[in-house]
């Protein structure tokens, strides 16, 4: 966008009427007396007016008058800042039925642009045909480039499923984008690619039966048990610690999941649990662990807790895999359950709050922020104005004379007095 | 027809008119030297030459003396004291007051009218009867000299008095009704007439080919016309470039034009226009010549005296 540093700099344009003017005002033509017109008559070829015949040389002039003005005001070019935009984002994989696909055509409704959450953020063209991306690809950094591309007051709408294992990493804090998510259940694909998670289940001696329990389940999901090597998952059952080669280097250790500790006092209470579609009695439990909600009981406190450290993820479990605290353990569906749950090929599709699966907000009026993409300078164009100047000037000379040279006449005859 | 004796004295008029006489005696002294003299074959008291007779001879012609000594048929033949009449017919319209682009050429008029005094001062050495017919204004002025003592002084005051104006009749007769009158004026007075000599001093731009068809009437009665054709240097070079206004001299018309676009076009049609000119009649009773303005006058006359001595 074009901009003077001394905005009085416009009257200066008012200058170009001035050759205008002048190129207007017509001035007498040398006059030459001739005995007949017959001979120029029979040869009928008006001569141009001046105005068409000169009209270079008041372009030439007018440029001329135009560059040095701009010049003299200040001509500075700023880049154009984009507005903010407003998008929604659709996670490849994503079924849009029901009331979801209301709430997604409201969105376009209102203005927001459909684009997929993929990247380069194509936009979306069709909705059962997303781009060939994973499903489970990180959605942070994604989030967090649209957050770098897009100018400051933008919005968007994410559609999809909270799965954890979309989130991986710490949860990152945008400045400019202000996301909200929007929670479409999905079924998750398929997994039949044999699991690789390594798994080790540590637990005191009254917790026997039910690390009993876990192994089994363990077993059933096809995860290997290992002792010597060191685990991805660990099941720590009771006030028992992990042993020093596990947590030696602690990045190797993926997962942590702990069931009720001991000290804890204990809540005796009929309340259900909702795993994978089914209902379990939950007869006693504690208080939920500290981290972020992930799963509620029936009465709406928090069973299953998630807190991080480091890079490895802490799961608390605000009960015992035993047959005394819940049915669940005892059933069928416990490996299945802990498969949805884990998903040992690296996939975890529990559900985490939506306002969890958004980034932190901090606008730009945050103190202390810093673009990541600060805009490009204003550029200085008064140089270039001076040079366009001198060479019109130039073209303005050399084409005068030309024109003063072929206007030249010999005067005239004068009557004898 | 003006018939008036010599205009009421005028001091600069007089001026003008002294300056043209001497204008023309030197005109006439300088187109002289070196001319011999005319010498025009036919009847007449003083013997010149016999000349052996041809088939188409009038037999009467037949010196019947000679053939009676010679058994041989001879004409005699002697020098003629042949009276031309001459007409000077000049042209006073407003494109006469052109001068041309250098200021040291004079205006057409200027010229014209010294030519036209000279002639009149040749035609009064010679003791032929003259007259003057100026034509501006759209009218002819005519000035008949018949019968006057000083015909010579009484021509230069109308020259001395002349200035261009206005076009030329666009009724073709006026001229030749002027003519016409003054030669019923001179009627039986003076020497006797052999032949017409009508000079036509103009720079030949015309409207509607007036000069054409008052020069026809000419030609139907047998005159013999002389055309100095006044030419100004500007007009057959037409040295201007770029944008000019064109004015027309007698009408006031003004044209713009782009000079340097239309100049071959002009050369051109300036060069054809004198062809036709000097073709118009297609005989030899039709003598064209283009007088330029910077050319010296004396030597126009002295090439009009030497085709005149062919004739």
């Given at each position: 966008m074009v901009q003077l540093?001394?905005?009085?700099?416009?009257?200066?344009?008012?200058?170009?009427?001035v050759p205008i003017l002048i190129h207007l005002w017509r001035r007498p033509l040398p006059v030459v007396r001739v005995g007949s017109l017959r001979p120029f008559l029979a040869h009928r070829r008006p001569s141009r007016s001046r105005w068409v015949r000169e009209w270079p040389l008041l372009l030439l002039r007018c440029a001329l008058l135009i560059a040095l003005a701009l010049a003299f005001a200040g001509l500075v070019w700023t880049p154009r800042t984009p507005s903010p935009a407003r998008w929604c984002l659709l996670l490849p994989g994503t079924n849009l039925r029901e009331n979801h696909l209301n709430e997604w055509q409201e969105r376009l409704a209102q203005g927001f642009e459909p684009r997929w959450l993929?990247?380069?953020?194509?936009?979306?063209?069709?909705?059962?045909?997303?781009?060939?991306?994973?499903?489970?690809?990180?959605v942070w950094p994604l989030l967090s480039e649209v957050d770098r591309t897009l100018v400051p007051g933008s919005e968007a709408w994410v559609f999809g499923p909270t799965w954890r294992s979309l989130f991986q990493g710490n949860r990152p804090t945008v400045s400019r984008l202000r996301v909200q998510w929007h929670d479409v259940p999905t079924t998750p694909p398929a997994v039949s690619e044999p699991s690789s998670v390594r798994a080790g289940v540590v637990h005191s001696a009254d917790r026997m039966l039910d690390a009993d329990s876990v192994r089994a389940a363990l077993e059933a999901m096809g995860v290997a048990l290992v002792t010597h090597e060191v685990p991805?998952?660990?099941?720590?059952?009771?006030?028992v610690p992990l042993p020093a080669s596990w947590t030696e280097?602690?990045?190797?250790?993926v997962q942590v999941i702990r069931d009720a500790p001991e000290s804890a006092e204990i809540l005796v209470e009929d309340r259900r649990i909702d795993v994978d579609g089914e209902t379990f009695a939950l007869r006693q439990r504690v208080a939920a662990g500290p981290g972020v909600p992930i799963f509620r009981d029936s009465h709406g406190d928090p069973w299953l807790t998630e807190e991080r450290q480091g890079s490895a993820v802490l799961w608390n479990v605000?009960?015992?895999?035993?047959p005394d605290w819940t049915d669940w353990p005892l059933e069928a569906s416990f490996p299945r359950g802990w498969r949805r749950l884990?998903?040992?090929?690296?996939?975890?599709?529990a559900p985490i709050a939506p306002e969890q699966a958004a980034p932190r907000f901090e606008p730009?009026?945050?103190?202390g922020f810093q673009s990541s993409t600060p805009r490009p300078p204003p550029r200085d164009l008064r140089a270039g104005c001076w040079l366009v100047g001198a060479a019109l000037f130039l073209v303005e000379r050399l084409l005068s004379a030309w024109v003063g040279r072929n206007r030249t006449t010999t005067p005239t005859a004068s009557p004898a007095s | 027809m003006d018939a008036t004796p010599?205009?009421?004295?005028?001091a600069p008029l007089l001026a003008v008119a002294e300056q043209l006489t001497l204008i023309a005696r030197r005109l006439v002294a300088g187109a002289l030297a070196g001319l011999h003299a005319s010498l025009h074959p036919g009847r007449s008291d003083e013997f010149s030459q016999y000349r052996a007779y041809q088939?188409?001879?009038?037999?009467?012609?037949?010196?019947w003396k000679l053939f009676a000594r010679s058994d041989r048929y001879f004409l005699r033949e002697s020098d003629v004291d042949a009276h031309v009449a001459v007409a000077l017919i000049l042209d006073?319209?407003?494109?006469?007051?052109h001068r041309g682009s250098s200021a040291h050429e004079p205006r057409k008029l200027d010229g014209a009218r010294a030519m036209a005094a000279a002639f009149a001062l040749i035609a009064q050495n010679q003791g032929d009867p003259f007259e003057l017919h100026t034509v501006g204004g759209g009218e002819v002025g005519s000035l008949s000299t018949a019968g006057c003592r000083e015909p010579f002084r009484r021509v230069i005051h109308r020259l001395a008095s002349l200035e261009p104006r206005g076009r030329?009749?666009?009724?073709?007769t006026h001229l030749a009704r002027a003519l016409h009158q003054t030669r019923n004026s001179r009627g039986s007075a003076g020497p006797a007439v052999t032949r017409q000599l009508t000079v036509l001093l103009t720079d030949g731009h015309e409207h509607d080919d007036e000069i054409r068809a008052a020069l026809a009437s000419l030609r139907a009665r047998r005159h013999e016309v002389l055309f100095l054709h006044f030419i100004a240097r500007d007009e057959c070079e037409f040295p201007y470039q770029g944008p000019v206004l064109l004015e027309e001299w007698e009408t006031g018309r003004t044209l713009e034009w782009e000079a340097s676009a239309v100049q071959q076009h002009l050369l051109n049609a300036g060069q054809s226009s004198r062809q036709a000119w000097s073709r118009?009649?297609?005989?030899?009773?039709f003598d064209y010549l283009p007088v330029f303005s910077d050319q010296p006058l004396e030597r126009c006359l002295r090439t009009v005296l030497r085709r005149r001595m062919r004739h």
């Open positions: 540093l001394q905005p009085l700099g416009w009257l200066a344009l008012g200058a170009v009427a993929a990247p380069g953020f194509p936009k979306v063209v069709n909705r059962e045909s997303s781009p060939e991306v994973s499903v489970e690809a990180p991805s998952l660990v099941f720590q059952l009771g006030a280097p602690a990045s190797q250790l605000a009960f015992r895999f035993h884990l998903e040992p090929d690296g996939r975890n599709t730009d009026s945050a103190p | 010599i205009p009421p004295r005028d088939p188409g001879d009038e037999p009467r012609q037949i010196d006073a319209t407003g494109s006469m007051e030329w009749p666009a009724d073709p118009a009649w297609g005989d030899s009773n």
